[in-house]
């Protein structure tokens, strides 16, 4: 009961909260799901998801309902119009894709973008997809940034106030075809080639967090976001310069160290600090 009821007492000064500023206050995790009603934003307190009403990316209230997050569907944290990603933006990153793709291994003057389409974006558990004709498909550990409210061309100074927060991808890509098409279409942005989630966490000190990456429980990739040669408000403006950001919009911001071949059943984990791990296994496609 004394639970509940500090939780409806949060709710009522949250609601006053969010009625006045459109980005909520520092060190909450959010998590999008699928209930009865339709599809909803929660709150996550420990195991249990607490109901929000409104927009999460502008006002809201979180509501005395709850639910124990094990007997949720858990969706990718957002429906995005758009997600951006930044390449080579490690220099731990560069001398492999120098060997590999034949890019150069020196710092570029500019972040490198690419796309990957909305319909590559899957949710925490769901099955990575090796398709039947690939050969050569990789992981990314990335940390993503969720954007929180419409970007055009913003200043790095001002760049951050248009995060919501970060969550956990995966940036999924074939090596071979990624060497070898025009674009990276297929490479980066197939159908379940960019798993993210499962949470949402706003007020990290998102320049500071350890991304580690593991294969069947081995430490695959480590590194620091501190090691990102562009950081984050850099990579939100230059972004911003060409493409309009809205809110729920997601941006990977790029991969450390080497990346190697998966192959079906391995379970592939990112794990970010102070955010959560994102887990999906890689199964087989089916043959044309």
């Excluded at 973008?113 to 925490?124: C, E, G, H």
């Excluded at 480590?222 to 090691?227: G, L, N, P, V």
Aim: glycine letters at 10%; charged letters at 20%; proline letters at 5%.
């Amino acid at each position: 009961m004394y639970r509940r009821v500090l939780i409806l007492a949060f709710s009522a000064v949250y609601w006053l909260a969010c009625e006045s500023v459109q980005v909520p206050d520092s060190g909450n995790r959010f998590v999008r799901y699928q209930s009865e009603e339709g599809v909803s934003y929660g709150l996550v307190d420990g195991d249990e998801v607490w109901e929000i009403e409104g927009d999460l990316f502008g006002s809201y209230t979180v509501t005395p309902n709850s639910f124990d997050i094990g007997d949720l569907e858990i969706l990718a944290p957002t429906d995005p119009s758009k997600v951006i990603a930044v390449g080579l933006n490690y220099r731990s990153h560069l001398d492999m894709a120098a060997r590999d793709l034949g890019t150069s291994d020196e710092v570029a003057q500019y972040p490198g973008l690419f796309a990957k389409y909305p319909t590559s974006i899957v949710a925490n558990g769901a099955d990575i997809v090796k398709p039947a004709d690939s050969q050569n498909l990789h992981f990314e550990g990335e940390m993503v940034l969720v954007i929180g409210k419409t970007a055009s061309n913003v200043s790095v100074e001002e760049a951050e106030d248009y995060i919501f927060g970060v969550t956990v991808g995966n940036d999924i890509s074939e090596r071979d075809w990624q060497a070898a098409d025009l674009q990276w279409l297929r490479a980066k942005a197939s159908d379940t080639f960019g798993p993210v989630g499962p949470f949402i966490v706003n007020g990290l000190d998102y320049g500071n967090l350890m991304v580690q990456t593991r294969v069947n429980g081995e430490v695959r990739q480590s590194a620091s976001s501190a090691d990102l040669i562009f950081d984050i408000p850099t990579i939100v403006s230059y972004v911003s310069r060409y493409v309009t950001l809205f809110p729920g919009d997601l941006i990977f911001t790029g991969t450390p160290g080497t990346t190697q071949a998966m192959e079906p059943g391995d379970i592939v984990e990112v794990e970010i600090e102070g955010v959560g791990i994102l887990s999906n296994q890689v199964v087989q496609g089916a043959e044309h």
